[in-house]
């Protein structure tokens, strides 16, 4: 069937009309907020005012957010938790992904799964649940480690009064550390198998021959073969680690905890804004984060970089 | 055939005509008006919309709801961009005060609105908290929460004290928990916090509010504040807090096992107690004025008419409110079916305020929130009050957990707050 020519799409506009779905959900989702917010860090902003009640102050939101002992508070918050949560991911994943590739066949996908499914498992449900299982006095993390106090030797190393994971400042950091590693320890074993997958069996196999053992061909072939995914993977841990919100917010009843011990940078923003009613703070803090995710991306980016004279 | 065609198009065209005409004169007619509350207040307007129809059966009520966070999240991004704005919308006290900062909403002194000539009819401090620093009233008050003390009669029987001596002052209520914890066990309250809070807040000058005097001066070192810490590190040390906060699992497991002896509260925390949170402990509980004379607010919900909601809509929307808030069946069902405590005095002469409540033991309570009603004094509200309650709840902590000293805590607070006080 032929189209008139009349309703026919020039092929000049034709991309632009394909595509434009993305671009106008982008402009509107993505560059409005960030060019509204960049606007916002030089303005103060009583919200309930509406939108004329802007007023230009210059770089007093930086100004202020640099000087404010509860910002660097939420970045050391922040970065205590991307280290502790962060590292142990790759870490783990690595051996785990060599492991599951070099051991299971059949059942591989499932195993795969199984690690994945955190990853998209819903934050909410997760929060809930891990909410139950560190409760101080019904919670099943804490009943473990009772039961672990009457055997012999180990006990010793246990607490013996049941442990307030939420409440007291000292333990909320590593139970929400415990949580991002779990959600997140299956999306890089998935990431690190597909990198597997591409490595030529010739090169163990040529290995093999050369009398080399598995942990020989692990450290001199598979890690060097892994080192773009790593990059990869490390940046994804750094950005999402900096960005850090919906587990400790859900976790902490959105208030980061007592002594705000895990309120991210991300929930302090936030709480800025919707509970203390600073918008032009909040916005200035949150390119003030965006400079810190930046720098360590690129740092992250030099760690990577090939070295030597071949290079 | 062409002609038959023709009449049938020309009769099925009238018809249109006629629809079309009759459905714009019913949206002339029909007017609705939009309600954006939070449970439960949606629930008391959605009862009292028979009582609006019988003076105006051609204005629709549309009542818009949210979770409570969420409808205020809401209001403050529909009051930012002037979009998306009900006619009238449902502010809790909290929000009031933070939006009396700003311009968004009207300021019902004003005609055509003129709440001045109804302020009398009002509990005076709920008029007070919605009235700005520029003497702007910018919400109209529909249920109050007058501060109480609940407690467990059971409880207290047993270690021989009496309601005197829980609440003629703070340091008889402490050494009562002594004794009620010494011969039954149970906690005096859920958390050393629960009395700080009230305890800031007796004594403050005229002038003054929570955190922050009118010229934003930080007040967190006052002897209030010093006086509140002191109190509640007692409570610490002495163990006669259960160290659990409000609305957790268990706060509510520690109600229903009569483990906790008293709770600050609003009046209408026996409703909560009676209907979900402890049904079981029905007749143990009664109700006192809070210790030392301190009469405090605990919540209360008002109604406001944001300067960019449709003007058309304003005169009604004003009417829709003075009937919410100054009709007195609209206001005695919202207290009997919620347990939304009148902001409107004529309502305190009805014969409801005398019956007995079972839960309380037949006690007759809501005498007793009726007299706290009238004493509260309204405290000035400052936009940084919600980050001062945090800054002072961490201090507190740190002096109850890690044996902070009081004054170097305080002072820590003083810091924090003085860098925000004129933001």
Redesign the interface.
């Known amino acids: 069937m032929m189209i008139p020519t009349a309703r026919r799409i020039s092929p000049t506009w034709a991309p632009y009309l394909f595509i434009s779905p993305f671009l106008i959900l982008f402009a509107v989702f993505g560059v409005f907020p960030l060019a509204f917010s960049l606007y916002l860090a030089f303005q103060?902003?009583?919200?309930?005012?509406?939108?004329a009640?802007m007023q230009y102050v210059g770089v007093d939101n930086f100004a202020?957010a640099l000087?404010?002992?509860?910002f660097w508070k939420s970045l050391k918050n922040t970065a205590w938790l991307a280290v502790a949560s962060g590292l142990p991911q790759h870490l783990v994943a690595i051996p785990l992904a060599y492991f599951i590739h070099s051991s299971f066949t059949r059942l591989r996908n499932g195993v795969v799964g199984a690690y994945f499914m955190p990853y998209i498992t819903s934050t909410v449900a997760i929060a809930i649940l891990f909410s139950s299982l560190f409760?101080?006095?019904?919670g099943l993390i804490n009943i473990g480690l009772q039961a672990m106090c009457q055997v012999p030797v180990l006990g010793w190393f246990m607490p013996q009064d049941p442990t307030d994971w939420l409440?007291?400042p000292e333990n909320i950091k590593p139970a929400i550390a415990i949580i991002v590693f779990w959600r997140y320890v299956g999306f890089n074993v998935v990431l690190y198998l597909a990198a597997l997958q591409t490595i030529p069996k010739d090169i163990y196999e040529a290995a093999t021959m050369d009398g080399a053992s598995r942990m020989q061909q692990f450290w001199h072939i598979t890690l060097p073969s892994l080192k773009p995914m790593i990059f990869f993977g490390v940046t994804l841990s750094v950005i999402g680690g900096l960005q850090l919100f919906e587990e400790p917010f859900i976790l902490t009843g959105g208030?980061g905890g007592?002594?705000?011990a895990g309120m991210t940078t991300a929930i302090y923003l936030y709480r800025m804004a919707?509970?203390?009613?600073?918008f032009g703070?909040a916005s200035a803090m949150s390119w003030l984060l965006f400079i810190v995710v930046a720098i360590l991306t690129w740092l992250t980016n030099r760690a990577f970089r090939p070295r030597g004279p071949s290079a | 055939m062409w002609l038959e065609g023709q009449r049938y198009f020309s009769c099925g065209a009238l018809a249109l005509a006629v629809m079309i005409g009759l459905m714009q004169a019913d949206a002339l007619a029909r007017q609705t008006l939009t309600v954006a509350a939070f449970p439960a207040v949606d629930e008391i307007v959605k009862a009292a919309i028979p009582v609006w129809k019988r003076s105006h059966p051609e204005v629709d009520i549309k009542v818009v709801s949210r979770q409570f966070g969420d409808h205020h999240i809401a209001m403050t991004t529909a009051l930012s961009t002037s979009f998306h704005l009900p006619d009238i919308m449902a502010l809790e006290v909290g929000y009031v005060g933070r939006f009396a900062q700003g311009g968004g909403l009207e300021d019902l002194s004003r005609p055509p609105f003129g709440i001045s000539q109804h302020v009398n009819h009002y509990v005076p401090y709920a008029v007070q908290q919605a009235t700005s620093r520029k003497g702007t009233i910018i919400a109209v008050p529909t249920d109050v929460g007058p501060g109480t003390l609940l407690y467990r009669a059971d409880l207290l029987a047993r270690s021989g004290v009496s309601e005197a001596e829980l609440t003629r002052s703070w340091d008889s209520y402490v050494a009562a928990g002594a004794k009620i914890k010494a011969s039954t066990g149970a906690y005096l309250l859920a958390h050393a916090r629960d009395m700080k809070d009230i305890v800031i807040r007796t004594g403050i000058q005229p002038g003054e509010g929570l955190y922050f005097d009118s010229r934003s001066q930080v007040l967190v070192t006052s002897p209030r504040f010093v006086r509140a810490f002191e109190l509640a590190r007692q409570i610490r040390q002495k163990r006669l807090d259960a160290k659990v906060l409000a609305w957790s699992n268990e706060w509510s497991e520690g109600f229903k096992r009569g483990s906790i002896a008293t709770q600050m509260s609003g009046a209408w925390l026996s409703g909560h107690l009676s209907n979900w949170l402890a049904p079981s402990t029905r007749g143990l509980w009664r109700a006192a004025q809070l210790p030392e004379n301190a009469f405090a607010a605990f919540g209360g919900t008002f109604f406001a008419i944001a300067k960019g909601a449709p003007a058309a809509n304003k005169p009604l929307a004003w009417e829709f409110i003075r009937l919410m808030t100054l009709n007195r069946e609209v206001q005695l069902n919202a207290f009997k079916s919620q347990d939304a405590f009148p902001a409107l005095l004529e309502t305190y002469n009805d014969p409801f305020f005398d019956q007995t409540i079972a839960f309380l033991g037949g006690q007759k309570a809501r005498q007793v929130w009726r007299e706290a009603a009238r004493h509260i004094n309204a405290v000035t509200v400052h936009k940084q009050d919600a980050f001062a309650e945090e800054v002072i709840n961490t201090e507190l902590d740190k002096v109850l957990d890690r044996g902070k000293d009081i004054r170097v805590a305080l002072a820590d607070a003083e810091r924090l707050l003085k860098q925000r006080a004129l933001r």
């Open positions: 103060t902003w009583e919200p309930t005012s509406g939108l009640a202020f000087r404010d002992e509860w409760s101080t006095d019904y409440g007291q208030r007592s002594d705000q919707f509970d203390f009613n600073d703070a």
